[in-house]
């Protein structure tokens, strides 16, 4: 049975993979900065919370780090702990930049020292390549980050692709563009609008407040993303792999489409300036054929598919909490 550790396990992507990993027979370790149980909910909510270990570690404490990676000596480390969230990293651009560097080269020494066959998987982000001259995105694509989030995950991808040119680590960046489930946090744009939308259909008062919508993303579907994680610890040799749909659709379509399914008219739509970020990327696509060709991952979501299953996963949970 082989032993993995996933840090940032209370998040989307966290739950997802320990469903996978557990699916896989593999024991699964989960790190947490606090073990209470409201942050437990998403794997409650995948029926796993009893079946994964729980541990609260300290990741900026690199002798925690150290503790953890000694006790447990695991075969695969999944780092996905991380302050995700580009907005708030213009209002926490120093916790931002410390937490998501850190953390990751707290665990790159803690491998390097105690146990260097650890396969290790880092969570890199599209939102590192900011500005392109040219699209799709491809892992050689020349970075320019537009936020602190976007700093603090270039450094890390460097970090990570250091630690394996230079000691030999079996490391590795998926650089994963926009993915989204049930389970993303309430503050992100998708859940945001579904979570939202659905909740307040039939409210006269509700109106949907959203900052620039004239931009394409590309998103995909969590659950079959983390899928590439652990595909990717399983090479012969470590390699970065972009992960994404390799399509980008605009923000206004995925509202319009989300309020025709509830059918809410579109005058409860409203763009406010206020909420425009400082800097944003108009158009972002990845290319996802190496990862499909050489880790034989397959991808064929349409988003608007996706956006359909998050919208009866939502009504569902909305209907349980209104029956109480
Ligand atoms: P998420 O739902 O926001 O989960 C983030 C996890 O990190 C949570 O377990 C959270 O713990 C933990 N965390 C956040 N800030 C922390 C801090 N300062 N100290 C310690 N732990 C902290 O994120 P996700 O969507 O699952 O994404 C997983 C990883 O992929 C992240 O590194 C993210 O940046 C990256 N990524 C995500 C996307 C995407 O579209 N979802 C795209 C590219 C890259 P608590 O429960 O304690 O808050």
Known sequence: MKTAIITGITGQDGAYLAELLLKKNYKVIGITRNNHVSNLEKLAYLGIGDKVKMVECD?????????????????????????SSVGLSFNQPIGTIQYNIISVLNLLEALRLIKNDTRFYQASSSEMYGTVKSLPVTTDTPMHPLSPYAISKASAYWTVVNYRESYGLYACNGVLFNHESFLRSESFFVKKVVGEAVK????????????????????????????????MLQQDHPKDFMICSGKSYLLRDLIDHVFK????????????????????ILDIYGDNSSAMSALGWNYDYNFYDVLDILISEELKANEKINKG
């Open 59 to 83: 990741m900026m404490d690199m002798s925690s780090v150290i503790n953890i990676i000694n006790t447990f000596r695991p075969d695969e480390v999944y780092n996905l702990a991380a302050q």
């Open 261 to 280: 399914q509830l059918n809410i008219p579109a005058e409860k739509l409203i763009v406010s300036q206020e909420l425009y970020r400082p800097t944003d």
């Open 200 to 231: 307040n259909r039939n409210n006269p008062d509700w109106i949907l407040k959203v900052g620039n919508i004239d931009v394409k993303r590309d998103f995909g579907y969590s659950p079959k993303y983390v899928e590439a994680m652990w595909l």
